[in-house]
């Protein structure tokens, strides 16, 4: 099972803005419960969407540099990286189908329902 990658300050650079892959990170913390509501959607999608995408998870408590580096004020945020560059940005939780409504178009190879 494809699991979302702990992303922190120090692996910021490489896991993500280096990346080959499109990165969806989501910012989160163990204290939100709209984090934990969106939980399940964010390693569904990285078990489903693995072989384009490559998912990653921020506690923004333990790693305060990158959210403070991309505005992040409220959590759960998603933000899909590509190229290094913010594509997408959702806050708050939603539905699994309206999260990917929003990456899918932003994926290659793969054909948004």
């Given at each position: 099972?494809?699991?979302?990658?702990?992303?922190?300050?120090a692996t910021f650079q490489k896991e993500v803005l280096e990346s080959d892959k499109p990165v969806l990170?989501?910012?989160?913390?163990?204290?939100?419960?709209?984090?934990?509501?969106?939980?399940?959607?964010?390693?569904?999608?990285?078990?489903?969407?693995?072989?384009?995408?490559?998912?990653?998870?921020?506690?923004?408590?333990?790693?305060?540099?990158?959210?403070?580096?991309?505005?992040?004020?409220?959590i759960p945020t998603l933000m899909l990286f590509k190229n290094g560059q913010v594509v997408e940005r959702?806050?708050?939780?939603?539905?699994?189908?309206?999260?990917?409504?929003?990456?899918?178009?932003?994926?290659?190879?793969?054909?948004?329902?």
């Amino acid at each position: 099972m494809a699991e979302p990658l702990a992303i922190s300050d120090a692996t910021f650079q490489k896991e993500v803005l280096e990346s080959d892959k499109p990165v969806l990170v989501d910012f989160w913390a163990d204290w939100c419960g709209p984090c934990r509501m969106i939980a399940p959607h964010v390693h569904a999608i990285a078990e489903e969407y693995g072989d384009v995408l490559k998912v990653g998870k921020v506690d923004v408590d333990e790693n305060p540099a990158i959210p403070g580096r991309y505005g992040i004020v409220g959590i759960p945020t998603l933000m899909l990286f590509k190229n290094g560059q913010v594509v997408e940005r959702i806050t708050g939780a939603m539905p699994k189908d309206r999260i990917l409504a929003q990456i899918l178009p932003h994926l290659d190879n793969v054909n948004a329902s």
